[in-house]
């Protein structure tokens, strides 16, 4: 009897688990069709030529980061805006030549603006960055990196298009790849991952949920800052100035979407797995102020694809009906297949899509593991902020 029970109860666990595997499944063909949809049949609304010429102020915060300034400044400052626009680059209490190569910038245009902040009590830029919006003239805003370079001339006039076009927008989210000519590895995989997350809040945010964006490319009318009282529902986070205000302020009325390739700002990636990781720990706290429906979306998608593979391989090894699961796990590559390879095809990388199958595994086991790792591990990312708040109105 004994026997029977255990058994009986051995099946009713692969029964379960082989119906978690289903689920798990047809979510992930559920979400990749919805990706598919969007990058194929629903255009980015921004992906049309601006109607009116608004005047704009870029700005870009730098913490030693004279190199980069020297390489990627001008790229900035050649663009071919024929609106009023400046660009404020806030020295932000860097300790080598970053101000001295501003200044050299400064004589020859004078577009530039240079705010510098001596205080290093803030960590992160959202001090930099509010310094820079207040001093900003204009009421759009268009926010970059010091280690980003427009592809294009006309990025100003393109990110704007949708501002331009709907008054009611506010925000428009755009898109910020890896450099693509580094060798190896760890930039093939930083770019896939890249492009995952940008696919995920691409189609999120045209679907109506936009929940984050990232600042390496991002405009935003400074009203909505404004209305958000600033960043300081979220000072005691030292990372998240882009992802939080988006996930704060954002609604579906008021964000577009736009990778038109004329929008890319390219950076380069991470050296080295461990600075790698290190960053990925500090925006992976960020996530954790997102809101409650967006943390639970989210999870579902990442959990979906968590359980597809593990499931997949357990359920093999065990033996435990092979053809179901080996039938379902192939629907799933042939989505995916045809949603990746228009992804990589409309965000011109499509060098990765012979590497997709491995970049998938990969990201199911960055998910499953190191994700909660990182998640777990004591975060250095928070901060005691002082007494006065960056936001205090704009005069």
């Given at each position: 009897m004994a026997a029977i029970m255990s058994i009986f109860s051995r099946e009713l666990i692969f029964t379960a688990f082989l119906w978690l595997f289903v689920l798990a499944t047809l979510v992930q063909v559920f979400y990749a069709i919805l990706v598919w949809y969007v990058f194929s049949i629903k255009p980015a609304p921004g992906n049309k030529p601006p109607i009116s010429l608004p005047g704009v102020t870029v700005i870009i915060c730098a913490r030693n980061e004279a190199p980069n300034i020297r390489v990627n400044l001008p790229g900035i400052l050649a663009q071919q805006y024929s609106g009023p626009w400046e660009l404020i680059v806030v020295n932000d209490a860097s300790e080598d030549e970053t101000l001295a190569v501003l200044q050299e910038f400064a004589l020859e245009n004078g577009r530039l603006k240079i705010v510098s902040i001596d205080s290093k009590n803030h960590p992160g830029k959202?001090?930099?960055?509010?310094?820079?919006?207040?001093?900003?003239?204009?009421?759009?805003?268009?926010?970059?990196?010091?280690?980003?370079?427009?592809?294009?001339?006309?990025?100003?006039?393109?990110?704007?298009?949708?501002?331009?076009?709907?008054?009611?927008?506010?925000m428009v989210l755009g898109f910020a790849p890896m450099d693509t000519s580094e060798p190896g590895l760890l930039n093939r995989w930083t770019r896939f991952e890249t492009i995952a997350t940008a696919m995920q809040y691409f189609t999120l945010a045209t679907l109506g949920n936009p929940y984050m964006g990232v600042g390496r490319n991002l405009a935003i009318r400074k009203s909505v800052y404004t209305r958000a009282g600033g960043f300081d529902s979220h000072l005691h986070i030292a990372s998240g100035d882009d992802d939080l205000l988006v996930n704060a302020a954002a609604t579906s009325k008021n964000t577009s979407c736009i990778y038109h390739p004329e929008t890319f700002v390219y950076s380069k990636g991470k050296s080295s797995w461990k600075a790698w990781f290190r960053q990925k720990k500090r925006h992976l706290s960020a996530g954790n102020a997102y809101k409650v429906t967006d943390k639970i979306l989210l999870a579902v998608i990442s959990?979906?694809?968590?359980?597809?593979?593990?499931?997949?391989?357990?359920?093999?090894?065990?033996g435990y009906e092979t053809w179901i699961v080996f039938a379902l796990w192939c629907m799933r590559q042939l989505v995916m297949l045809i949603m990746y390879r228009k992804v990589f095809w409309v965000l011109k990388d499509k060098s990765l899509f012979m590497h997709y199958l491995m970049f998938d595994f990969m990201l199911a086991f960055y998910l499953g593991t190191l994700v909660p790792l990182f998640l777990m591990l004591k975060s250095d990312n928070k901060w005691t902020p002082n007494r006065a708040k960056l936001f205090t109105g704009f005069t």
């Open positions: 959202k001090m930099a960055l509010a310094e820079g919006i207040k001093k900003a003239e204009y009421a759009l805003l268009l926010f970059t990196d010091a280690d980003c370079q427009p592809v294009s001339k006309h990025w100003i006039s393109r990110m704007l298009a949708p501002l331009s076009l709907d008054q009611q927008k506010e959990l979906s694809l968590v359980l597809h593979y593990a499931l997949f391989v357990g359920l093999l090894i065990c």
